[in-house]
Nanobody
Framework: VQLQASGGGLVQAGGSLRLSCAVS????????MGWYRQAPGKQRELVAA???????NYGDSVKGRFTISRDNAKNTVYLQMNSLKVEDTATYYC??????????WGQGTLVTVSS
């Protein structure tokens, strides 16, 4: 499985970004997906998840600001990030949120939020 995240960049605090992750998995439409992030010196954390049926869950730190969605026709999962904070600075990845993740995480996409 190949995971290709994109859409990151440099944004000022309070701004927005929309991340995309293209997934090569053949059973994407029936697979729950998640967005993770890893800040320098910190462990990777799951910030948002979406089931195959469209139910969503968010980490407390992003709830109300981030929205995860998916387009099964395009094998793509999205993360709309609004009201960005400096502490959202991290490399963002997509992968399965439950059970064993796919082994290859891809390079992720870097989000840098300036004050």
């Amino acid at each position: 499985v190949q995971l290709q995240a994109s859409g990151g960049g440099l944004v000022q605090a309070g701004g927005s970004l929309r991340l995309s992750c293209a997934v090569s998995a053949s059973r994407f439409s029936i697979t729950a997906m998640g967005w993770y992030r890893q800040a320098p010196g910190k462990q990777r954390e799951l910030v948002a998840a979406i089931t195959s049926g469209g139910s969503t869950n968010y980490g407390d730190s992003v709830k109300g600001r981030f929205t995860i969605s998916r387009d099964n026709a395009k094998n793509t999962v999205y993360l709309q990030m609004n009201s960005l904070k400096v502490e959202d600075t991290a490399t963002y990845y997509c992968n399965k949120p439950y059970g064993v993740p796919w082994g290859s995480w891809g390079q992720g996409t870097l989000v840098t939020v300036s004050s």
